[in-house]
């Protein structure tokens, strides 16, 4: 079974562009989450999909930060414009979504530097 | 007072010492506890998966749950320098949405 696809695995930005963090997540899988990581941290839920629907975006800043996923597979996720305290790793993960509240499986994340 | 509380660590053992890594937390609705391990510049992957309260083991792995206590632990059997990682407690209620703590950086020396 392949894993969660995440890309890039690392960007660089100036503060106030904007940049996207691409999900592929394990074939099957209807439930999607966007977390971020930052350094010496646990992960934050940013953003939960079931299918192509939002379950969840309650800590998401939604004033720069927004979230898609067409089609109920593959999932963006945007900043725009970046701050400095943006600097974290964004990881996606998913699971089945089946009502069996089945564990969450990560990708490796996308590294993100805000200078 | 955050939902889940972890110890940041770092904790240095020897090679082939018995681990203990522990979460408290506040909200008696979680019912879902899980631990994952994180190595460095890698997502988190997971190791037990627990309902309710009880034990469950694993290999060299075992999970303690007390919700009396609201108290989880992970003890790792014989440990190994492969086991140096970030470990993460992680918590969910019926609605699923995990909290996770700040994870405990471990080092296994040779």
């Known amino acids: 079974e392949a894993g969660v696809a995440q890309s890039p695995r690392y960007k660089i930005i100036e503060k106030r562009q904007s940049v996207a963090f691409w999900c592929n997540p394990i074939s099957g899988h209807a439930t999607l989450y966007w977390y971020q990581q930052i350094l010496g941290q646990g992960p934050k839920l940013l953003i939960q999909f079931q299918n192509n629907g939002v379950v969840d975006d309650s800590q998401l800043p939604k004033d720069r930060f927004s979230a898609e996923r067409l089609k109920g597979v593959d999932s963006t996720l945007k900043i725009q414009p970046a701050k400095l305290e943006d600097s974290a790793v964004y990881l996606c993960a998913s699971s089945p979504g089946d009502g069996t509240n089945s564990p969450l499986h990560f990708g490796n994340g996308t590294r993100l530097t805000v200078t | 007072q955050k939902e889940v509380e972890q110890d940041p660590g770092p904790l240095s053992v020897p090679e082939g010492a018995i681990v203990s890594l522990n979460c408290t937390y506040s909200?008696?609705?979680?019912?879902?506890f899980m631990w994952y391990r994180q190595y460095s510049r890698k997502g988190p992957e997971l190791l037990m998966y627990?309902?309710?309260?009880g034990n469950k083991e694993d290999g060299r792995f075992t999970a303690q749950v007390d919700k009396s206590s609201k108290y989880i632990s992970l003890f790792i059997r014989d440990s190994q320098p492969s086991d140096s990682a970030t470990y993460l407690c992680?918590?969910?209620?019926?609605?699923?949405?995990?909290?996770f703590g700040s994870g405990t950086r471990l080092l296994v020396r040779p």
């Open positions: 909200n008696s609705a979680f019912q879902y």
């Open positions: 627990t309902y309710s309260s």
């Open positions: 992680a918590m969910g209620d019926s609605s699923y949405k995990l909290i």
